[in-house]
């Protein structure tokens, strides 16, 4: 098993993909495969009353999965600054939109919106695997 970035070079090893498919599964019993890895993105929210994306506190390695259990994707962002890591089924109330050089989506409970911020290679190749369960 490898993840491959857009130039077709591998960014993890199979043993790196099987180290980071047992910590996903420490959060998620029920993921069992790991379909596209972004090795650095950052979160951002959008503040309403000051009409500003804010960065958070989480970045790291994002990783898109299917899972064996419902929702059956989902994507998780393994955060370097702290032990709280973000995580996201991904599902039809789940909306995507693609802005260079963010991948902008919004949640199904409209909690907020959220900005991921990582390199244009990873993003054009990683937004599809976020939207295949939309087809």
């Keep these: 098993m490898t993840a491959t970035s857009a130039g077709g070079s591998t960014c ?3 043993k790196g993909l099987d180290i980071s498919l047992a910590a996903l599964r420490r959060q ?3 993921i069992n495969n790991i379909v596209d890895v972004a090795s650095q993105v950052a979160l951002y929210t959008f ?3 000051t009409n500003e ?3 958070t506190e989480v970045e790291g390695t994002l990783f898109v999965y299917t899972r064996l259990a419902s929702p059956r994707h ?3 962002i393994m955060n370097r600054l702290s032990m709280e890591n973000l995580t996201e089924p991904i599902t039809k109330e789940l909306d995507f939109q693609l802005q260079d050089p963010f991948l902008l989506y919004r949640n199904a409970r409209c909690k907020y919106q959220t ?3 990582y390199q244009y290679a990873e993003l054009s190749r990683v937004k599809p695997s976020c939207g295949f369960v939309f087809c």
Excluded: A, C, M, Q
């Design 28 to 30: 998620d019993p029920y």
């Design 47 to 49: 503040n309403n009353r």
């Design 53 to 55: 994306w804010e960065k």
């Design 12 to 14: 993890l090893t199979t």
């Design 115 to 117: 900005s991921i911020e």
């Design 74 to 76: 989902g994507f998780t």
